[in-house]
């Protein structure tokens, strides 16, 4: 089961670009990484989930360096909606993927 | 479609009793998982299945027990409800292949008084 580690916490200002990076270093061959994001009194809002080098959606981008090691979600321009707590996972996705501490992201004015 | 919906949305135990949480989703889904939250912390896992009739432990399975008979359900039942299991509990379910992330339900506020 591999282990992820995020910052506890970071602050943007709005218009900015965040990137929140996780560490895995575990991470086994048949496992995928995978971002959620979660406001208050609701339950997680899947982002983005990728295996390797770079994927990108409408919302966010996920870089993956070649020994898989980490990842970094890149979110461009938030505004303060985005204020959040967003996970990385790491797990089989034949399997399950547990959640680890998250990073709460606050949006600055 | 309605997606995942659960069922009370807040609840209010006394220490032994039982009750079941409801789950359902309307999408299809093969997998579905049930996780608590507690205050400031992450999404911990408690059981979860991979289709009708399967069932497996996650991270905190002791004082829940779990059945899937169909594609659509996914009760999570409390055996003797205790103070420790005071918590936010999230259904959540998706489906199989790359790409695709799990939608959880609004959740169920419970306390165990």
């Known amino acids: 089961l591999a282990k992820t580690t995020q910052p506890i916490s970071m602050d943007s200002y709005e218009g900015q670009e965040v990137n929140i990076t996780c560490s895995h270093n575990n991470i086994a061959t048949n496992d995928y990484i995978t971002w959620y994001q979660q406001f208050p009194s609701q339950g997680p809002r899947f982002i983005i989930q990728g295996y390797k080098t770079k994927v990108t959606n409408e919302v966010a981008s996920l870089f993956i360096p070649a020994d898989r090691k980490s990842s970094t979600l890149s979110l461009p321009r938030v505004s303060l909606s985005d204020t959040a707590v967003y996970y990385c996972?790491?797990?089989?996705?034949?399997?399950?993927?547990?959640f680890g501490t998250g990073t709460s992201l606050t949006v600055i004015p | 479609n309605a997606g995942v919906t659960q069922t009370p949305k807040f609840q209010v135990l006394k220490t032994g009793q039982s009750m079941t949480l409801q789950c359902a989703q309307d999408m299809n889904h093969e997998y579905m998982s049930w996780y608590r939250q507690d205050p400031g912390m992450g999404l911990r896992l408690i059981h979860y299945?991979?289709?009708?009739?399967?069932?497996d432990q996650g991270e905190v399975p002791n004082g829940y027990n779990v059945s899937r008979s169909t594609t659509e359900d996914f009760p999570l039942r409390l055996l003797s409800a205790a103070p420790s299991q005071t918590s936010v509990y999230f259904c959540a379910s998706r489906r199989t292949g790359l790409g695709y992330g799990y939608t959880f339900g609004s959740g169920t506020r419970l306390t165990v008084v």
């Open positions: 299945s991979v289709g009708a009739g399967i069932t």
């Open positions: 996972l790491v797990g089989d996705i034949r399997g399950q993927f547990y």
